[in-house]
C-alpha cells in the first residue's frame, strides 16, 4: 500500500469516528475485544465501519446484546471472479452469480458483502470466508441458509455517485429483526435505495424473505 492509500485511510477511519461522535452525541472511547472489533467500553451500543475508495460508511445499534456489521463494495469489474466464487461460494451463490452463463458483477457483490458483513458482525476476517453460510435459497432466493440461535437480520443497499458510480452496501443485526442506524461520509452526493430484507428467526416458520 502506498503512502497516499494509507493517508486516504487513515482520512476515512478519522471520518468514520467523526460519524460515530455525532451518532453518539459525543466522542467516547474506542476499545478492540479479544475478536479484534472495536467496541464502547460500557455503553449497549454496537457499531461496525467499513471503507471504500471516498466512502467511510457506519452501522450502528443500540440495545443489550445487540451486535451490527457491515461492508461496502464498489460495483466494478474484478479479477478472479470466477475463482473466488468457486473457491468461497455455494453453488446456489455461483449459480445466482453466472445466471444463464453470463457474470453478473452486481450480484457477486452482494453476495460478497453479505458474508464480508456476517463475518465482521462475528468479529471473523475475510480468512474465514470458507465459514460463511449461503445466502441463496436452493430455489435461487436470497435468503440465510443456516440455523440461528438468536433474531439476524441483514439489509442491502445500492449508493449512487453523481457520476454514475454504483457501490453495495450491506448491513446485519444479530439480536433483532430491524434496521440499523446508518450513515456515510463521501466526498460526492450520493442516492441511496434499500433493494433487500434478508431475516431469519430461531424457528425457521418465521423467517422471511427478502423484499427484492
Given at each position: ?16 469516528r ?13 476499545a ?15 457499531f ?10 457506519v ?20 479479477a ?8 468461497y461460494?455455494?453453488a ?8 444463464q ?9 452482494k ?23 449461503s445466502?441463496i435459497?436452493?430455489?435461487?432466493q ?5 440455523a ?18 454504483h457501490?453495495?452496501l450491506a448491513s446485519?443485526?444479530?439480536?433483532e ?9 463521501s ?26
Open positions: 500500500m502506498s503512502n497516499g492509500e494509507k493517508g486516504h485511510k487513515k482520512l476515512l477511519s478519522a471520518e468514520a467523526r460519524i460515530l461522535s455525532l451518532l453518539e452525541g459525543g466522542r467516547r472511547e474506542i478492540i475485544d479479544e475478536h479484534g472489533r472495536p467496541f464502547f467500553p460500557g455503553v449497549e451500543v454496537d461496525n465501519i467499513s471503507h471504500c475508495r471516498y466512502i467511510a460508511a452501522s450502528l445499534v443500540r440495545g443489550e446484546a445487540l451486535r451490527t456489521g457491515c461492508d461496502i463494495e464498489m460495483i466494478r469489474p474484478r478472479m471472479i470466477g475463482e473466488i466464487s468457486e473457491t461460494f455455494s446456489a451463490e455461483r449459480d445466482f452469480i453466472f445466471s452463463d453470463k457474470l453478473s458483477e452486481e450480484r457477486f457483490y453476495i460478497w458483502t453479505l458474508k464480508e458483513c456476517f463475518l465482521k458482525l462475528n468479529g471473523l476476517s475475510v480468512f474465514d470466508m470458507f465459514s460463511c453460510p445466502f435459497s436452493d430455489e435461487g436470497l435468503s440465510f441458509c443456516a440461528v440461535s438468536s433474531p439476524l437480520s441483514f439489509r442491502l443497499y445500492e449508493l449512487t455517485d453523481e457520476n454514475g458510480e457501490f453495495i446485519a443485526i444479530e439480536g429483526q430491524r434496521e440499523p442506524e446508518i450513515q456515510w461520509f466526498q460526492l452526493s450520493l442516492t441511496c435505495k434499500m433493494t433487500a430484507e434478508i431475516n431469519a428467526a430461531p424457528n425457521p416458520a418465521d423467517t422471511v424473505r427478502p423484499k427484492i
